[in-house]
């Protein structure tokens, strides 16, 4: 039998003997996205050239991490498929499509992106939006087992990647901004057959708990919180430490958004925005940190995990760090989950800091806005101060490396909340009026921001930083090249001296990146690799901020460069031309109607105000804008469903349809 892209467990605890090889999703078990490679190095990333890149079928946001083992480079692209390309000169050698329907687009949060693979003994393991886990052959892509992990009646979407935890696979889920019960699975490698799952919120008492475990959270929980799901979806991050066979799932934020609604006496809410740390052969509870205690702003504990052995006070402690959306960087004993310490890596406004006597973050007075009931701007928003995009540790400088940045929003109490069939269930209005909005303070400075940060998590202080032009932007690799690694909204791929922070060399990619770099090497020579292509939620949601000069374009490629690469990308495709708007039409009544529907139901992926952020249809400029009868075509009947639009009549009525035509119209004419 062929030998091809055989990695197990034992392959990847001795990742460094082999560093030509990326061989797990964070490289290595400790996901520290650090590379022993020095090839490219602060004296010759000057010469880093292209070296081949490959075109992606689709136009969505990319995000993933790709493997890399004896010469093949597995990746994913939106729409969960999957690629296997020559890692030394590009060539596409199979994709697999797992054919998601295009209702799933609006059955995500966030965008129909996939963040990569795991491979195993020759299959490469993933996870398809519409929630089923696969096994490919790694040689010819072909299907060797697929299981069904969620119920697709309710709205669980699977964006992570799997990852290897000894002899089985964990994977996740989100969906926590449509009402749904977390959980993660570990299923066998071979087979794929279910071998535990752990929920990581309590169920409906009267359906009995799982475990000791699940009757524990409940008592944190008050009202009938099952009703909306609970939430807590692990959608991203996990960390394996296989000396203490403890597997950790980082959860996300509780469902609906707002605690008033969802657990309405009150309470901690767990698992919510927590750091849990599994039994990784059965699955059992062992310890968990909770972040944010009654989360109510969308913070969710789901970012990176980093495991380092780093020496605090004297003492070596195993540990795990984590920045997750609310703001702070925390440091835990993995082995305990004690919290050893927990600073501000941005200013936020919900909390003054954590009591180290209780673990537990001290809020400010008027941060619960479904308490005040008042419209307030809030920092962190739920972009997060740090979000999904990888961090990286680099053992050499002893600094993690965060991709940050400061985005409010504003919060205020739906209070006329319902449950709808479809569309976000947030239970946030974000509709209110400018002049009824409690305002960010001004020391806070641009509402938007986004750097690279270099931070000391022994001192927990600041190094230091880079500011960017844009909020959004990638994941982060580092190299003992003593380099790190960024792409950025702004089209660029760009290498960070890693002691300084001095920029000293970009490439133009004529794409926003999300995704992290990562490094390999073949027949001595050293790769650096990313997915370029720019969308996925803020991009989407917030065009108003990311493409306000109208630039921000998708185009979905794997880049690689390498010293001296010698290649060239194609030219950069001109911006469509935009014909003018349809006359305005309707008063002010129907336009303002329009423009809660508009926020509610189109905002998340078509923009705040209409404006796109580039990768998704500008619905300003849109061939359907003109007549109520194509408007209603797309919809209300689902005229572009296999693009991913759905039909709206479940919750649009024609005049509603109308209204919301008539905000867009107007929108086009500012
Ligand atoms: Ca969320």
Same mark, same amino acid.
């Given at each position: 039998?062929?030998?091809?892209?055989?990695?197990?467990?034992?392959?990847?605890?001795?990742?460094?003997?082999?560093?030509?090889?990326?061989?797990?999703?964070?490289?290595?078990?400790?996901?520290?996205?650090?590379?022993?490679?020095?090839?490219?190095?602060?004296?010759?990333?000057?010469?880093?050239?292209?070296?081949?890149?490959?075109?992606?079928?689709?136009?969505?946001?990319?995000?993933?991490?790709?493997?890399?083992?004896?010469?093949?480079?597995?990746?994913?692209?939106?729409?969960?498929?999957?690629?296997?390309?020559?890692?030394?000169?590009?060539?596409?050698?199979?994709?697999?499509?797992?054919?998601?329907?295009?209702?799933?687009?609006?059955?995500?949060?966030?965008?129909?992106?996939?963040?990569?693979?795991?491979?195993?003994?020759?299959?490469?393991?993933?996870?398809?939006?519409?929630?089923?886990?696969?096994?490919?052959?790694?040689?010819?892509?072909?299907?060797?087992?697929?299981?069904?992990?969620?119920?697709?009646?309710?709205?669980?979407?699977?964006?992570?990647?799997?990852?290897?935890?000894?002899?089985?696979?964990?994977?996740?889920?989100?969906?926590?901004?449509?009402?749904?019960?977390?959980?993660?699975?570990?299923?066998?490698?071979?087979? &794929? !057959?279910?071998?535990?799952?752990?929920?990581?919120? %309590?169920? #409906?008492? @009267?359906?009995?708990?799982?475990?000791? *475990?699940? +009757?524990?959270?409940?008592?944190?929980?008050?009202?009938?919180?099952?009703?909306?799901?609970?939430?807590?979806?692990?959608?991203?991050?996990?960390?394996?430490?296989?000396?203490?066979?403890?597997?950790?799932?980082?959860?996300?934020?509780?469902?609906?958004?707002?605690?008033?609604?969802?657990?309405?006496?009150?309470?901690?809410?767990?698992?919510?925005?927590?750091?849990?740390?599994?039994?990784?052969?059965?699955?059992?509870?062992?310890?968990?940190?909770?972040?944010?205690?009654?989360?109510?702003?969308?913070?969710?504990?789901?970012?990176?995990?980093?495991?380092?052995?780093?020496?605090?006070?004297?003492?070596?402690?195993?540990?795990?760090?984590?920045?997750?959306?609310?703001?702070?960087?925390?440091?835990?004993?993995?082995?305990? &989950? !004690?919290?050893?310490?927990?600073?501000?890596?941005? %200013?936020? #406004?919900? @909390?003054?800091?954590?009591?180290?006597? *209780?673990? +537990?973050?001290?809020?400010?007075?008027?941060?619960?806005?479904?308490?005040?009931?008042?419209?307030?701007?809030?920092?962190?928003?739920?972009?997060?101060?740090?979000?999904?995009?990888?961090?990286?540790?680099?053992?050499?400088?002893?600094?993690?490396?965060?991709?940050?940045?400061?985005?409010?929003?504003?919060?205020?109490?739906?209070?006329?909340?319902?449950?709808?069939?479809?569309?976000?269930?947030?239970?946030?209005?974000?509709?209110?009026?400018?002049?009824?909005?409690?305002?960010?303070?001004?020391?806070?400075?641009?509402?938007?921001?986004?750097?690279?940060?270099?931070?000391?998590?022994?001192?927990?202080?600041?190094?230091?930083?880079?500011?960017?032009?844009?909020?959004?932007?990638?994941?982060?690799?580092?190299?003992?090249?003593?380099?790190?690694?960024?792409?950025?909204?702004?089209?660029?791929?760009?290498?960070?001296?890693?002691?300084?922070?001095?920029?000293?060399?970009?490439?133009?990619?004529?794409?926003?990146?999300?995704?992290?770099?990562?490094?390999?090497?073949?027949?001595?020579?050293?790769?650096?690799?990313?997915?370029?292509?720019?969308?996925?939620?803020?991009?989407?949601?917030?065009?108003?901020?990311?493409?306000?000069?109208?630039?921000?374009?998708?185009?979905?490629?794997?880049?690689?460069?390498?010293?001296?690469?010698?290649?060239?990308?194609?030219?950069?495709?001109?911006?469509?031309?935009?014909?003018?708007?349809?006359?305005?039409?309707?008063?002010?009544?129907?336009?303002?109607?329009?423009?809660?529907?508009?926020?509610?139901?189109?905002?998340?992926?078509?923009?705040?105000?209409?404006?796109?952020?580039?990768?998704?249809?500008?619905?300003?400029?849109?061939?359907?804008?003109?007549?109520?009868?194509?408007?209603?075509?797309?919809?209300?009947?689902?005229?572009?469903?296999?693009?991913?639009?759905?039909?709206?009549?479940?919750?649009?009525?024609?005049?509603?349809?109308?209204?919301?035509?008539?905000?867009?119209?107007?929108?086009?004419?500012?």
């Amino acid at each position: 039998a062929s030998r091809t892209a055989w990695i197990d467990a034992d392959r990847i605890i001795n990742a460094d003997s082999e560093p030509g090889n990326w061989l797990a999703h964070g490289r290595t078990f400790d996901e520290q996205r650090h590379s022993p490679l020095d090839q490219v190095n602060v004296s010759t990333v000057g010469d880093l050239e292209l070296a081949w890149y490959v075109d992606l079928d689709t136009r969505r946001g990319q995000e993933a991490t790709p493997i890399v083992v004896d010469g093949v480079l597995y990746s994913t692209s939106a729409w969960s498929k999957v690629q296997a390309v020559d890692a030394e000169t590009g060539r596409l050698l199979w994709q697999y499509d797992p054919q998601v329907p295009g209702i799933w687009d609006v059955r995500a949060c966030c965008g129909v992106q996939n963040r990569g693979a795991a491979v195993w003994q020759g299959r490469v393991i993933s996870a398809t939006l519409d929630g089923r886990l696969l096994a490919l052959n790694a040689e010819t892509g072909e299907l060797i087992w697929e299981v069904l992990t969620t119920d697709q009646e309710q709205s669980y979407t699977i964006t992570g990647a799997p990852r290897i935890i000894g002899d089985k696979v964990i994977i996740g889920n989100g969906g926590a901004e449509f009402g749904v019960r977390g959980y993660v699975t570990a299923y066998d490698l071979e087979s &794929g !057959e279910q071998m535990w799952r752990f929920y990581t919120v %309590p169920g #409906n008492p @009267a359906d009995g708990f799982e475990d000791d *475990t699940q +009757r524990m959270a409940a008592e944190t929980w008050t009202g009938e919180w099952w009703t909306g799901g609970g939430g807590g979806t692990a959608w991203d991050s996990f960390a394996y430490d296989p000396d203490l066979d403890l597997v950790y799932v980082g959860t996300g934020n509780g469902s609906p958004w707002a605690r008033a609604i969802r657990s309405p006496g009150g309470g901690d809410n767990l698992f919510l925005s927590s750091i849990v740390a599994l039994d990784a052969n059965t699955g059992d509870y062992k310890w968990h940190y909770q972040t944010v205690p009654g989360d109510t702003w969308d913070y969710t504990a789901v970012q990176h995990m980093i495991l380092a052995d780093l020496e605090i006070d004297g003492d070596e402690r195993k540990v795990l760090m984590q920045a997750p959306k609310n703001g702070f960087f925390y440091v835990l004993d993995r082995a305990t &989950g !004690e919290l050893i310490s927990a600073e501000k890596i941005m %200013p936020i #406004n919900w @909390a003054t800091h954590v009591d180290m006597e *209780t673990g +537990r973050p001290v809020e400010t007075v008027d941060a619960r806005y479904d308490e005040t009931l008042a419209a307030k701007k809030i920092v962190p928003g739920p972009a997060g101060a740090h979000n999904w995009q990888p961090m990286t540790y680099s053992p050499e400088t002893g600094l993690v490396y965060i991709p940050v940045r400061q985005a409010p929003a504003v919060y205020k109490l739906d209070e006329d909340f319902e449950r709808q069939p479809i569309g976000l269930n947030i239970g946030n209005d974000f509709w209110s009026p400018p002049g009824e909005i409690i305002d960010l303070p001004e020391e806070f400075g641009p509402e938007f921001q986004g750097m690279l940060l270099a931070w000391d998590p022994v001192a927990q202080e600041e190094v230091w930083r880079v500011p960017h032009p844009l909020f959004e932007n990638g994941g982060l690799l580092s190299t003992a090249g003593n380099l790190v690694f960024q792409g950025t909204a702004n089209d660029e791929l760009v290498a960070y001296n890693a002691t300084t922070g001095e920029k000293l060399w970009s490439a133009d990619t004529q794409t926003g990146i999300l995704a992290p770099p990562i490094t390999y090497a073949i027949d001595g020579e050293q790769y650096v690799a990313v997915v370029a292509g720019w969308g996925a939620v803020y991009p989407n949601f917030l065009g108003v901020v990311l493409n306000a000069d109208g630039q921000r374009m998708n185009i979905s490629r794997i880049l690689a460069y390498k010293i001296g690469g010698g290649g060239e990308l194609p030219p950069k495709p001109a911006l469509p031309d935009t014909p003018p708007p349809p006359a305005i039409f309707g008063d002010e009544a129907l336009i303002n109607s329009g423009g809660g529907l508009y926020t509610r139901y189109c905002a998340i992926c078509h923009g705040v105000a209409a404006i796109s952020g580039g990768a998704l249809p500008d619905l300003r400029h849109s061939a359907y804008l003109g007549t109520q009868e194509a408007f209603d075509s797309v919809v209300l009947e689902g005229a572009l469903l296999n693009k991913g639009m759905a039909a709206w009549d479940a919750v649009l009525s024609a005049d509603d349809a109308e209204a919301v035509r008539a905000f867009i119209v107007f929108m086009a004419n500012q």
